[in-house]
């Protein structure tokens, strides 16, 4: 049983189940696949934080929704010490994954059938998906003006942005915050690249005094150690800021059973306390990202904004994004065609640097042979 509407006919086909023809042409490279179309992280995890975990193996008992007082007082160690934003560590909450809130943050605040939620033009599959999961009215746009005279509990924002990698200054930031504001709105801030500026660029949280006035009223931030700490398989993530909406969403997910397990808390306390291993894992995504862009330029691309994030949002003067894509498989190479993020995507595609150096390298040298 499917109930009474099946999800094919509420969602979208999952867009990279499209990909797979072009996977398999560029796997049938004699060198191999490089594949850049997902941003999943593939370097070791940290040693201190896998032993964290493992010391937090003996854990029979269940653990807190709202994570230990010394995973929250981590979280907002972090964001003090590294974006300059003070938080009570009571308005801090660990989500499994940064995904799992995007799907389900308006169906958690009670947002349904009648309401609008804005989200960005161009911007990750999962903000539609759950506005459509709550029955809210998706409206994706970069202009406040466009959500018209309808009721608009929540807006989001992306910055660093995926697929782009644009960072939204500060005075933009704050122009949201102070329209949302006058509407009643919760802007609600996906910030899981914060950590991942390029070229001197440094991302500036939601919850920062500079955009926010100091009160986080109203504001919800999301952060993820997928990236800075190579923990995607963990599924480690936080949300911050408001602390009425923070209790609200606890008193949700102890209902719903959103739990983070007693191990997983232990390593994210380990990652958020430690800087060092973020800064090399930095360190090498820049190497990778240097390589790539290089590359892809010499070849005749042209990047568009990437000064931060996992990804080059690059375009070719000759192709729409899906013959882009299908003339980097034919060179071994996968990457994501801009419209899986909208239509204002259409002649884009999105190049992870996630790739091991070895395989960035190989994609380097097959690029620049071809120009």
């Not at 560590?89 to 809130?101: I, M, V, W």
Request: net charge negative.
């Amino acid at each position: 049983m499917t109930g009474r509407h099946g999800a094919r006919d509420r969602l979208p086909e999952f867009p990279w189940d499209k990909l797979t023809p072009h996977k398999e042409v560029a796997a049938a490279h004699p060198d191999g696949i490089v594949d850049l179309s997902v941003g999943t992280p593939v370097d070791p995890v940290p040693e201190p934080l896998r032993t964290a975990l493992a010391d937090g193996a003996n854990s029979p008992g269940y653990p807190a929704t709202y994570g230990t007082p010394a995973l929250r007082a981590a979280i907002a160690g972090w964001l003090a010490r590294c974006h300059g934003v003070e938080v009570d560590p009571a308005a801090t909450l660990p989500t499994s994954g940064s995904k799992e809130l995007v799907a389900w943050l308006p169906t958690l605040l009670g947002v349904g059938p009648g309401d609008t939620v804005g989200y960005p033009e161009l911007a990750y599959p999962t903000y539609d998906i759950g506005i459509r999961l709550a029955g809210a009215t998706p409206v994706a746009s970069d202009g406040l003006t466009s959500l018209g005279p309808a009721r608009v509990p929540l807006l989001w924002i992306n910055s660093p942005a995926n697929p782009t990698g644009r960072v939204l200054p500060v005075d933009h930031l704050r122009k949201i915050v102070a329209w949302a504001r006058e509407r009643g709105c919760i802007v609600a801030s996906d910030e899981c690249y914060i950590d991942l500026g390029w070229d001197g660029v440094r991302p500036t949280s939601v919850l920062h005094p500079d955009v926010c006035g100091g009160s986080h009223k109203g504001l919800l931030a999301l952060h993820s150690l997928s990236k800075r700490s190579n923990l995607a398989g963990y599924r480690a993530a936080s949300v911050t800021g408001d602390p009425d909406l923070i209790q609200e969403l606890l008193q949700v997910r102890k209902h719903a059973g959103m739990i983070m397990p007693a191990p997983v808390q232990a390593a994210m306390r380990a990652a958020f306390d430690d800087d060092a291993h973020a800064a090399e894992q930095k360190e090498r995504y820049a190497a990778r990202r240097e390589r790539l862009r290089a590359a892809f330029e010499s070849a005749g691309w042209a990047t568009t904004h990437s000064e931060a994030g996992l990804y080059l949002w690059a375009e070719h003067p000759d192709h729409d994004a899906w013959e882009s894509v299908a003339a980097l498989a034919d060179q071994g190479i996968l990457v994501a065609p801009g419209d899986f993020y909208g239509p204002a995507g259409a002649r884009h595609v999105r190049v992870a640097f996630t790739a091991t150096d070895e395989r960035v390298a190989a994609a380097a040298k097959r690029l620049t042979n071809r120009s």
